[in-house]
């Protein structure tokens, strides 16, 4: 049960004689043993000294009734007992961790609650769930999360066993009944026991979603979180590392330089971007480097922003502070932007200056090629001689500085999805034929074809001002923390390269991967395997236009806002799976568990992809190459959106409906079955 944050504390003479916390996620930490014959005040005065707050007196009265509680429950067990056991990624605490044996059990309690409320539920799930995910001393356990409700009637005990990753379902139970499930459990039977030593101080590397890292870097100003980041993997580390040091460089030495971060889907090159942006927002006023991330994507955008000033709000208002939140929604929109409200902002104040000396352009490669800013110039501005690309008139908004300034291009891999949208080579262009004397730094990966760097490669190996900096590429996929090579599978799927697509799937063994051909059953597959708060949803091409038969209508457009942060009790929130997100509204953004629903737009036909956009009342070829391409990478999105699992959904087709022929759907279900995913029974 959580505590606030107001200044009365435990007398210092208490505090004093008690000797810290061994475990470094705890407040508390003993054997049970121990636990049990220590005094109320030595254990609730490690508990005040360990917060990093103050502690009111509601939470120093709920400390008391929880010791109270544990103390009669585990009367005569050895064991090991953690409270208020730090969960970072989830940004809070769990109220008890018990380590009986070779099990963990993770117990939340709500003191004088009555009720077994969902909310409750789900919080102790969540607790559970990332400590098998994400604690390496909780991989091989089998944990159970355990909610107690103090003044609830009294629930049967049930037969109660682990899922797959040795994860139980949430225990309910009252104040009373909290030692009858532990003994029913016999966690301390036939298991190997738990170090409790090691399992405190083993390494926690979580991989949060990009709304919960950008939540955790703007509120705490951390440098040091985006290690905890990538799961193991040294690569998200090295990458931010070095684009501090470019950001470094260039100011020390008054020169002007763009960076362009590669990586694969959900590699975290959002992550790096809010994290340097954070960064120089805490720095802006000590020093000149004030950053800003810029982005394109609007629902991106729009969620991000939503949910800083939610998780404001939250903080904000529980400790009286309300009329802060002006000042929170001010700044978060100063720090999170539109790239097109930079860019008319630019247009506006045509000589002067930006504030910012640091600018992250996320998804770069979709910045609009000369073409397409010219249209829209002369259309939406009456401007009607521009001549610029995006990326060329970006760069000379930022080239006004007169000392020094950096751009940051975080660049995806076959992420074009929309007409006019230019890649990474009109970048390359823009400062070889306008700004020659900025600095280039690129990693080698950028060579790869999935860039779209084009002829403009050749041209910047002979750039006088071009460095080849290898951790700029982030090379391993972090969305997927259970599947690492998720990206390299769909790849290949997508490549119609079905060796390597059948050889990569053997990988993924930790990441369900099915296929329906029953809508209805898809849907129960994803609620049966989604816990505690995990996100789920349905998504679709946006030229998925022939399956409105089966309630999806990629015509209605969603709000990114309702369907990303609201609860599954909202209609309009994905869980309730009633609306698809299309690739422009789920592009930067992710789920836990994803419903692909695969339409007619996209044929495996003749060992070959054919192409197809709904017209009128028939289908119709797409010829142009380009066209091809956006509509491969808008289903390379969709297969890439999901963190744990998903299942892909290909309609058997209606013999009466000639645009829902069976042959337009049959083929591609075969080769994706006969890339070895497996086919969901219901």
Same mark, same amino acid.
């Given at each position: 049960?959580?505590?606030?944050?107001s200044c009365q504390?435990?007398?210092?003479?208490?505090l004093a004689?008690?000797?810290?916390?061994?475990?470094?996620?705890?407040?508390f930490?003993?054997?049970?043993?121990?636990?049990?014959?220590a @005094?109320?005040?030595?254990?609730?005065?490690?508990?005040?000294?360990?917060?990093?707050?103050?502690?009111?007196r509601?939470q120093?009265?709920?400390?008391e009734?929880?010791?109270e509680?544990?103390?009669?429950?585990l009367?005569?067990?050895?064991?090991?007992?953690?409270?208020?056991?730090e969960?970072?990624r989830?940004?809070?605490?769990?109220?008890?961790?018990l380590l009986?044996?070779?099990?963990v059990?993770?117990?939340e309690?709500?003191?004088?609650?009555?009720?077994?409320?969902?909310?409750?539920?789900?919080?102790?799930?969540?607790?559970?769930l990332?400590?098998?995910?994400?604690?390496?001393?909780?991989r091989?356990?089998?944990?159970?999360?355990?909610?107690?409700?103090?003044?609830?009637?009294?629930?049967?005990?049930?037969?109660?066993t682990?899922?797959?990753?040795?994860?139980?379902?949430?225990?309910?139970?009252?104040?009373a009944?909290?030692?009858?499930?532990?003994?029913?459990?016999?966690?301390?039977?036939?298991?190997?026991?738990l170090?409790?030593?090691?399992?405190?101080?083993?390494?926690?590397?979580?991989?949060?979603?990009?709304?919960?890292?950008?939540?955790?870097?703007y509120?705490?100003?951390t440098?040091d979180?985006?290690?905890g980041c990538d799961?193991?993997?040294?690569?998200?580390?090295?990458?931010?590392?070095?684009?501090n040091?470019?950001?470094?460089?260039?100011?020390?030495?008054?020169?002007?330089?763009?960076?362009?971060?590669?990586?694969?889907?959900?590699?975290?090159?959002?992550?790096?971007?809010?994290?340097?942006a954070?960064?120089?927002?805490?720095?802006?006023?000590?020093?000149p480097t004030?950053?800003?991330?810029?982005s394109?994507?609007?629902p991106?955008?729009?969620v991000?922003?939503?949910?800083l000033?939610?998780?404001?709000?939250a903080?904000?208002?529980?400790r009286?502070?309300?009329s802060?939140?002006?000042?929170?929604?001010?700044?978060?929109?100063?720090?999170i932007?539109n790239v097109?409200?930079?860019?008319?902002?630019?247009?506006?104040?045509?000589n002067?200056?930006p504030?910012?000396?640091?600018v992250?352009?996320?998804?770069?490669?979709?910045?609009w090629?000369?073409?397409m800013?010219?249209?829209?110039?002369?259309?939406?501005?009456?401007?009607?001689?521009?001549d610029? @690309?995006?990326?060329?008139?970006?760069?000379?908004?930022?080239d006004?500085?007169p000392?020094?300034?950096m751009?940051?291009?975080?660049?995806g891999?076959?992420?074009?999805?929309?007409?006019?949208?230019?890649?990474?080579?009109?970048w390359?262009?823009?400062?070889i034929?306008?700004?020659?004397?900025?600095?280039?730094?690129?990693?080698?990966e950028?060579?790869?074809?999935?860039?779209?760097?084009?002829?403009?490669?050749?041209?910047?190996g002979?750039?006088?001002?071009?460095?080849?900096?290898?951790?700029?590429?982030?090379?391993?996929?972090?969305?997927?923390?259970?599947?690492?090579?998720?990206s390299a599978?769909v790849?290949?799927?997508?490549?119609?390269?079905a060796a390597s697509?059948?050889?990569?799937?053997?990988q993924?063994?930790?990441?369900?991967?099915?296929?329906s051909?029953?809508?209805a059953?898809?849907?129960?597959?994803?609620?049966?395997?989604?816990?505690?708060?995990?996100?789920?949803g349905?998504?679709? @091409?946006?030229?998925?236009?022939?399956?409105?038969?089966?309630a999806?209508?990629?015509?209605?457009?969603?709000?990114?806002?309702?369907?990303?942060?609201?609860?599954?009790?909202?209609?309009?929130?994905?869980?309730?799976?009633?609306?698809?997100a299309?690739?422009?509204?789920?592009?930067?953004?992710?789920?836990?568990?994803?419903?692909?629903?695969?339409?007619?737009?996209?044929?495996?036909?003749?060992?070959?992809?054919?192409?197809?956009?709904?017209?009128?009342?028939?289908?119709e070829?797409?010829?142009?190459?380009e066209?091809?391409?956006?509509?491969?990478?808008?289903?390379?999105?969709?297969?890439?959106r999901a963190?744990?699992?998903?299942?892909?959904f290909?309609?058997?087709?209606?013999?009466s409906?000639?645009?829902r022929?069976?042959?337009?759907y049959?083929?591609?279900?075969?080769?994706?079955?006969g890339?070895?995913?497996?086919?969901?029974?219901?």
């Amino acid at each position: 049960m959580r505590g606030g944050t107001s200044c009365q504390r435990q007398p210092r003479a208490i505090l004093a004689a008690v000797a810290p916390p061994g475990s470094p996620y705890a407040y508390f930490d003993s054997s049970i043993e121990s636990f049990i014959s220590a @005094s109320m005040n030595e254990v609730v005065g490690r508990l005040t000294l360990g917060s990093r707050f103050g502690v009111e007196r509601d939470q120093l009265r709920a400390w008391e009734a929880e010791i109270e509680i544990l103390r009669v429950s585990l009367n005569g067990l050895s064991g090991h007992i953690y409270i208020e056991f730090e969960v970072p990624r989830i940004g809070s605490r769990a109220d008890t961790v018990l380590l009986i044996g070779g099990t963990v059990l993770v117990v939340e309690f709500k003191v004088g609650m009555s009720e077994f409320a969902r909310g409750a539920l789900d919080q102790v799930w969540d607790y559970a769930l990332d400590l098998k995910n994400f604690h390496a001393g909780s991989r091989g356990a089998r944990i159970v999360p355990i909610f107690v409700a103090t003044d609830a009637p009294d629930t049967p005990l049930a037969h109660h066993t682990p899922r797959d990753d040795g994860v139980f379902d949430p225990i309910q139970c009252n104040a009373a009944g909290l030692r009858a499930v532990i003994d029913a459990l016999e966690p301390h039977s036939g298991l190997p026991a738990l170090d409790p030593q090691a399992w405190g101080n083993a390494a926690y590397r979580p991989t949060p979603t990009i709304v919960e890292a950008a939540q955790r870097f703007y509120r705490e100003h951390t440098v040091d979180a985006i290690r905890g980041c990538d799961a193991g993997q040294k690569n998200l580390a090295r990458t931010s590392e070095c684009v501090n040091a470019l950001i470094e460089h260039t100011r020390a030495h008054g020169q002007k330089a763009i960076a362009f971060v590669t990586g694969v889907p959900g590699a975290g090159k959002t992550l790096v971007g809010i994290k340097i942006a954070s960064e120089g927002r805490v720095h802006s006023h000590a020093d000149p480097t004030q950053a800003v991330y810029l982005s394109g994507n609007g629902p991106l955008v729009a969620v991000l922003r939503e949910a800083l000033i939610r998780d404001g709000r939250a903080r904000f208002v529980g400790r009286g502070v309300q009329s802060h939140m002006a000042n929170v929604r001010q700044e978060v929109k100063l720090f999170i932007q539109n790239v097109h409200h930079f860019r008319d902002e630019g247009l506006r104040q045509a000589n002067r200056a930006p504030n910012e000396h640091v600018v992250i352009f996320d998804e770069a490669q979709r910045a609009w090629n000369r073409e397409m800013t010219e249209s829209f110039m002369k259309r939406k501005k009456g401007i009607p001689h521009f001549d610029k @690309s995006e990326p060329e008139f970006l760069l000379s908004c930022m080239d006004r500085n007169p000392d020094w300034a950096m751009v940051i291009c975080l660049v995806g891999g076959g992420q074009e999805i929309n007409r006019g949208e230019a890649g990474i080579g009109a970048w390359i262009d823009a400062v070889i034929a306008q700004f020659p004397r900025w600095k280039v730094y690129a990693s080698p990966e950028l060579h790869d074809s999935e860039y779209a760097a084009g002829n403009a490669l050749a041209q910047l190996g002979r750039h006088a001002h071009f460095s080849s900096k290898p951790d700029l590429h982030l090379a391993v996929s972090m969305r997927s923390f259970r599947a690492e090579q998720l990206s390299a599978f769909v790849k290949a799927l997508l490549d119609l390269d079905a060796a390597s697509a059948r050889s990569t799937l053997k990988q993924l063994t930790k990441y369900p991967l099915v296929l329906s051909r029953d809508l209805a059953a898809a849907k129960r597959w994803i609620r049966s395997q989604a816990r505690g708060t995990e996100r789920y949803g349905l998504v679709a @091409s946006s030229e998925a236009q022939r399956l409105r038969p089966h309630a999806i209508d990629v015509r209605v457009e969603i709000d990114p806002v309702h369907y990303f942060l609201n609860d599954r009790a909202d209609v309009r929130s994905s869980c309730f799976m009633e609306d698809a997100a299309t690739e422009f509204q789920i592009q930067g953004l992710e789920l836990d568990w994803a419903c692909v629903t695969w339409d007619a737009d996209l044929r495996h036909s003749g060992g070959r992809w054919s192409h197809h956009s709904f017209r009128g009342h028939r289908w119709e070829s797409i010829r142009k190459a380009e066209r091809q391409q956006y509509l491969k990478n808008a289903y390379r999105v969709l297969l890439t959106r999901a963190r744990q699992g998903m299942v892909v959904f290909v309609p058997n087709g209606e013999s009466s409906d000639e645009t829902r022929s069976h042959e337009f759907y049959d083929e591609t279900y075969q080769y994706l079955r006969g890339l070895g995913i497996p086919e969901l029974t219901d």
